[in-house]
Antibody, heavy 120, light 111 residues
């Protein structure tokens, strides 16, 4: 079935780095733009970054620009988020989500999320 | 403070109808960008509820409906059921921010 599975979360000290992965299955991964969305504990959803289907175009929220890098490997059906210079305010559950043009660009498939905690 | 404004909470008795508003501006909803709605049950990932302002994905009950007018959008839920108790988020694109934006979320309580 159509599925996204995130991994790579954990506890990290401020200023350190972490790389998240999102493994896709059940659909043609290389045909879809993909997003990362995060949710701080007890808070709402915040869009983080998007990458085009071919990896050529990437856009970021101001809150992570210059620190986070989104990438993808279509041969491995995997999306990545490299997070550098982490801050306490980056603590959140990170979700990957599929952008479906057939649903007017809505995020129609979401992973289960992976928790990132930035703490001394 | 979210770019899209939603009421923090709404409530209703089983069987009743509730609406959740989502107010934006001329750089997002008012600029013609589509509004999407997501349902997040406690402890789970968000789920697409309404796409393209008013379209229900397969499997979403017709008790859920969406509309858009001007710089605002609304989600209506009729025949409230206990299982509808969740957080609801609206989403659109903002040209000033060059990015996707979410509302702050609305917690629906079924009394």
């Amino acid at each position: 079935q159509v599925q996204l599975v995130e991994s790579g979360g954990g506890v990290v000290q401020p200023g350190r780095s972490l790389r998240l992965s999102c493994a896709a299955s059940g659909f043609t991964f290389s045909s879809y733009a993909m997003h990362w969305v995060r949710q701080a504990p007890g808070k709402g959803l915040e869009w983080v970054a998007v990458i085009s289907f071919d990896g050529n175009n990437k856009y970021y929220a101001d809150s992570v620009k210059g620190r986070f890098t989104i990438s993808r490997d279509n041969s491995k059906n995997t999306l990545y988020l490299q997070m550098n210079s982490l801050r306490a305010e980056d603590t959140a559950v990170y979700y990957c989500a599929r952008d479906n043009a057939d649903t007017s660009g809505a995020f129609d498939i979401w992973g289960q999320g992976t928790m990132v905690s930035v703490s001394p | 403070q979210s770019v899209l404004t939603q009421p923090p909470s709404v409530s209703g008795a089983p069987g009743q109808r509730v609406t959740i508003s989502c107010t934006g501006s001329g750089s997002n909803i008012g600029a013609g960008y589509d509004v999407h709605w997501y349902q997040q049950l406690p402890g789970t990932a968000p789920k697409l509820l309404i796409s393209g302002n008013s379209n229900r994905p397969s499997g979403v009950p017709d008790r859920f409906s969406g509309s858009k007018s001007g710089t605002s959008a609304s989600l209506a839920i009729t025949g409230l059921q206990a299982e509808d108790e969740a957080d609801y988020y609206c989403q659109s694109y903002d040209s000033s921010l060059s990015g996707w934006v979410f509302g702050g979320g609305t917690k629906l309580t079924v009394l």
